[in-house]
């Protein structure tokens, strides 16, 4: 649960750990989009997700380095290292922020925000899109469409998926 002194909360959804423990272009730019809304936003908590992918340590862990070394006090940031997946990190951060009322954006990369805003939506939270870097997710115009494709299908599987666990109180 978020304390009553905040007004929204920011989730930001996990990228890939370089094999050196340094954040990927994709999680840096997930957390400068964080960080950017978060300054106009009074009381804001930051919700970093992801557990340990292909290189440790835990996405969450380092999305919340990179904004204390932004200066955002520890107080705020509220890490999520136990999801695996998107629909994985959205339960959790939906149990985590059972009965709170305030807005809920979701940080991600461009081509994600569609599913992460619904996604969130269809776990009973005020969700909103926190306006994603301009940058292009990758120099790779193959990884870029295959993450665009890939998202065609996921939507609908992940918002089935995401209903038959609300409808039976896995959330």
């Known amino acids: 649960m978020t304390s009553p002194s905040t007004s929204a909360v920011i989730v930001i959804f996990g990228a890939a750990v370089r094999p050196n423990g340094q954040p990927s272009g994709a999680m840096l730019d997930r957390v400068r989009a964080a960080f950017r809304l978060g300054e106009h936003l009074p009381g804001v908590l930051y919700m970093p997700t992801g557990g340990v992918g292909r290189h440790g340590p835990a996405e969450a862990e380092v999305m919340a380095t990179l904004l204390r ?3 955002v006090p520890a107080d705020r940031i509220r890490t999520e290292p136990t999801g695996t997946n998107t629909i994985s990190s959205v339960r ?3 149990r985590l922020l059972r009965g709170h009322a305030g807005p809920v ?3 991600t990369s461009a081509y994600h925000l569609p599913r992460c805003v619904l996604l969130l939506r269809l776990a009973g939270l005020d969700a909103r899109a926190c306006p994603p870097s301009r940058g292009a997710a990758s120099s790779s115009l193959r990884k870029r469409w295959y993450w665009r494709l890939r998202e065609v ?3 609908p599987v992940d918002a089935a998926l995401l209903g038959w666990h609300r409808l039976r109180g896995r959330i």
């Open 153 to 155: 299908p996921a939507i």
């Open 69 to 71: 070394d932004r200066g």
């Open 105 to 107: 954006y979701a940080a």
């Open 92 to 94: 959790a951060c939906a």
